[in-house]
């Protein structure tokens, strides 16, 4: 049987599938059930220090490569959602949990942070950008200092590991670099894109807010570029994402660096087993190559 398991920061993450932070990850029993659908790891919807409602309807714009979406990051605020990451862990404790926050500033999100590990998120992942969340820490990875300073903050409070989600951009290699010095122990790439839809009939844009993040299978040539570039730039592994509906799509992120792999739209496409239906493709290719370790290709790409 081909090895498709992945170890990494001393957790299992059999297979390397991990809900990405915003599809169903509201509730434990929704992330329980993608679990048991065939996720190894699952990130939590992306939590502030309070309550957020977000943005106005419409939020989600169905294009023909892939979603729009200015949801505006609503959430519960962390002190209700502790509940659900306890809940999640008391019934899932061997599946890696890995909990996404946000915040505009180093002291809330090392306070978030704590609340997240003390009530079972095995690692902390910070959304350092937000397409469509302006005023709430949206454009922290555009700021050196901040994002440094934020990253230090946190490593230096919490012993858990630590990822930072950066947005695509020309510098990523720059940015994954800076985060790998500042103490992130891994580099998630990509955030969504930022973009926008028309309507040609009532001339306005369609989103409430009217710009979005753009995620789907359109951005994964963009996704696999960037992890490609910081997979040369760090000596911290890369989890990719962006795109990835198919096996042969994961596999090509695992050749260009990916450690492991977050999909979050592709179960838009091909529904709550995604997971399962990825595995299983993944393992047939990897077959057919005569491949029995996927981590043995892992950046294979740069040869």
């Known amino acids: 049987m081909t090895r498709l398991k992945t170890e990494l920061f001393d957790l299992d993450f059999d297979p390397p599938l991990i809900l990405a932070s915003g599809i169903l990850d509201q509730t434990a029993g929704s992330m329980e059930n993608l679990i048991e659908k065939g996720m ?57 949990i890995i909990g996404s926050i946000f915040a505009s500033n180093a002291e809330d999100f090392v306070y978030i942070a704590e609340k997240m590990v003390k009530n079972g998120a095995d690692v902390i992942e910070l959304n350092l950008s937000c397409p469509h969340a302006e005023g709430y820490g949206a454009s922290i990875a555009s700021d050196d200092r901040v ?29 994954a670099v800076l985060a790998e010095n500042s ?12 973009g926008m839809a028309i309507n040609l009939e009532t001339q306005m844009p369609i989103l409430g807010n009217e710009v979005g993040g753009y995620s789907g299978p359109g951005v994964k040539p963009i996704g696999l570029r960037c992890v490609y570039e910081v997979y040369k730039a760090v000596d911290i592994p890369v989890i990719g994402c962006g795109g990835i509906t198919t096996g042969r799509d ?15 739209t592709a179960i838009k496409y091909r529904g709550k087993d995604a997971g399962e239906k990825i595995t299983e493709e993944m393992r047939t290719l990897l077959n057919e190559e005569e491949i029995s370790d996927l981590n043995t290709i892992v950046g294979d790409a740069h040869g």
């Open 40 to 96: 190894g790891g699952v990130v939590t919807k992306s939590i502030g220090k309070e309550p957020r409602g977000g943005h106005p309807n419409p939020t989600v714009v169905e294009l023909e490569t892939g979603l729009l979406n200015a949801m505006g990051l609503p959430n519960p605020g962390i002190e209700d959602f502790t509940e659900e990451v306890s809940e999640l862990k008391d019934r899932s404790e061997n599946v890696p």
């Open 183 to 194: 103490g992130a122990d891994g580099v998630v790439c990509i955030n969504t894109v930022k």
């Open 250 to 264: 994961a596999l090509e992120y695992v050749l260009a660096g990916a450690s492991a792999l977050q999909i979050g």
């Open 147 to 175: 994002m440094g300073e934020i990253l230090e903050e946190v490593s230096d409070t919490i012993h858990e590991p630590i990822l930072a989600k950066l947005p695509p951009s020309t510098e990523i290699d720059e940015k």
